[in-house]
C-alpha cells in the first residue's frame, strides 16, 4: 500500500500530464479553429500552459519537503541524462526502484525482451506490457542519454556498430539507464562514485 505522500506525489502527476494531453489537442486544433473560436482557444491554452507551471511547481516543493524523496532525486540525478521528469516519474511511479534485481525491475517497467518462440520456430524478442508512463519518461531521458552519458552513448554505439537496428539499440539502451538507476538507488551511491561499476551492473 502507498501512503499518502506518496499518492499525492502520483495524483499530481497523473494530473500533469492530463494537462500536456490537454494542451497537445488544443494546440492541434488551433491550425485549422476560425476566426470566431481562436480567441477562445488561445485564451484556454494560456490557462493550461499557466496551470502547468504551478504543478511544476508544486511538483518540486512537494519532492523538497520530504528529505527521502529529496535524497532520491539527488541519487537519479547524478546520472548524465536523468532529468527533473523521469526523477519524479520514478518516484511516482517506481517505488519499487533499489529493491528489486536487475531483471526483475526491467520486466516491472517492460523494457524486458520477451520470446515469443513455439517449437522450432524463433521469433523476434518483443517487449510488451510493464509501467507505460515509466517507459514513456525512460525513452526521453535515453535519448539524452545516448549523447551525454559515457557508459550509455558508448553502449548506443557499440550496438550501432554491430549492426543493430536504432530501435532495438535504443530499447538495450532504456533497459541500461533502467538497470544503472536501480543500482544507484540499491546502494545509495551516486553516478561518480558508481559510474564505473555500474557499466555491466550485476543487480
Not at 490537454?22 to 500552459?49: D, F, Q, Y
Not at 523494457?111 to 522450432?120: C, E, H, I, L
Request: glycine residues 6%; charged residues 25%.
Amino acid at each position: 500500500m502507498r501512503d499518502a505522500e506518496t499518492q499525492a506525489l502520483t495524483d499530481l502527476m497523473a494530473r500533469r500530464h492530463q494537462l500536456i494531453a490537454m494542451l497537445v489537442s488544443e494546440k492541434n486544433r488551433r491550425g485549422v479553429a476560425s476566426a470566431a473560436v481562436l480567441p477562445r482557444l488561445e485564451a484556454h491554452i494560456s490557462w493550461l500552459e499557466d496551470e502547468l507551471r504551478a504543478l511544476d511547481e508544486e511538483l518540486r516543493q512537494t519532492l523538497q519537503r520530504s528529505p527521502h524523496w529529496r535524497e532520491r532525486d539527488e541519487l537519479l540525478r547524478s546520472v548524465p541524462g536523468v532529468g527533473e521528469q523521469l526523477s519524479l516519474t520514478l518516484l511516482a511511479h517506481l517505488p519499487d526502484l533499489g529493491s528489486l534485481d536487475r531483471r526483475q525491475i526491467a520486466a516491472l517497467v517492460g523494457v524486458a525482451p520477451f520470446n515469443r518462440d513455439s517449437g522450432a520456430l524463433r521469433a523476434r524478442r518483443t517487449i510488451w506490457g510493464g509501467r507505460v508512463r515509466v517507459r514513456g519518461a525512460l525513452y526521453m531521458s535515453t535519448l539524452v542519454a545516448t549523447r551525454f552519458n559515457p557508459v550509455i552513448r558508448d553502449f548506443y554505439q557499440r550496438l550501432l556498430a554491430a549492426g543493430k537496428p536504432k530501435k532495438l539499440a535504443l530499447t538495450a539502451c532504456m533497459r541500461k539507464l533502467l538497470v544503472i538507476l536501480n543500482a544507484i538507488v540499491k546502494h545509495h551511491s551516486p553516478w561518480r562514485d558508481l559510474s564505473g561499476q555500474v557499466a555491466t551492473p550485476s543487480s
